[in-house]
Antibody
Framework: QVQVQESGPGLVKPSQTLSLTCTVS??????????WSWIRQPAGKGLEWIGR???????NYNPSLKSRVTISVDTSKNQFSLRLSSVTAADTAVYYC?????????????????????WGQGTMVTVSS | DIQMTQSPSSLSAPVGDRVTITCRAS??????LNWYQQKAGKAPKLLIY???SLQSGVPSRFSGSGSGTDFTLTISSLQPEDFATYYC??????????FGGGTKVEIK
């Protein structure tokens, strides 16, 4: 059974870079029809998608964060990582990594995509001096 | 970006009740709509994908319907373990995935 687990500092100073790693266990990050995303949730608020990466290294980012976000993958370690630069208090949140499934028919029709079927437990990151 | 509006924002219902949550998209998203359940302090859990497909392991009392701009999540008979916050998510705009604001389901 595939599991994902976030790791990284729980406290980051303003203007610095937030760095988190997601370790995938129980399966290969390179197998199957999946992408790998970061999602965050400020306390008491809703969910915000940050961006995704495929095992190939192809990435997509939320336009609202694109200038500050980098997601990378290390298939040899079965990990993917998030870097968010120039953080402020507004970046304080629980950060989740998640696997998303998608399906494309033989005719190239996308029947579903970006369904986050496996989530990490989340890691709280506070931006404060 | 595509805005997702959920209603109600909260509801109170007794065990055994039929509960319906609505999600409306700001533009047509075909059937690219997923539903999640989140319990306090926990990660979200996928319930429904592609508007009406039940995720493996999810009880059959959960169902989803809709297409275009209007979608519903129905719990046919509310159970004690169903008290949680529910979110919809559009995946039509794949470069900017967005979630609804959530619906908190509380015990009455």
């Amino acid at each position: 059974q595939v599991q994902v687990q976030e790791s990284g500092p729980g406290l980051v100073k303003p203007s610095q870079t937030l760095s988190l790693t997601c370790t995938v266990s129980g399966g290969s990050i390179s197998s199957g029809s999946y992408s790998w995303s970061w999602i965050r949730q400020p306390a008491g608020k809703g969910l915000e998608w940050i961006g995704r990466i495929y095992a190939s290294g192809s990435t997509n980012y939320n336009p609202s964060l694109k200038s500050r976000v980098t997601i990378s993958v290390d298939t040899s370690k079965n990990q993917f990582s998030l870097r968010l630069s120039s953080v402020t208090a507004a970046d304080t949140a629980v950060y989740y990594c998640a696997r998303a499934k998608y399906h494309i028919t033989l005719f190239g029709v996308v029947t579903y995509r970006d369904a986050f079927d496996i989530w990490g437990q989340g890691t709280m990151v506070t931006v404060s001096s | 970006d595509i805005q997702m509006t959920q209603s109600p924002s909260s509801l109170s219902a007794p065990v055994g009740d039929r509960v319906t949550i609505t999600c409306r998209a700001s533009q047509s998203i075909s059937s690219y709509l997923n539903w999640y359940q989140q319990k306090a302090g926990k990660a979200p859990k996928l319930l429904i994908y592609a508007a009406s497909s039940l995720q493996s392991g999810v009880p059959s009392r959960f169902s989803g319907s809709g297409s275009g701009t209007d979608f519903t999540l129905t719990i046919s008979s509310l159970q004690p373990e169903d008290f949680a916050t529910y979110y919809c998510q559009q995946t039509y705009s794949t470069l900017q995935l967005t979630f609804g604001g959530g619906t908190k389901v509380e015990i009455k």
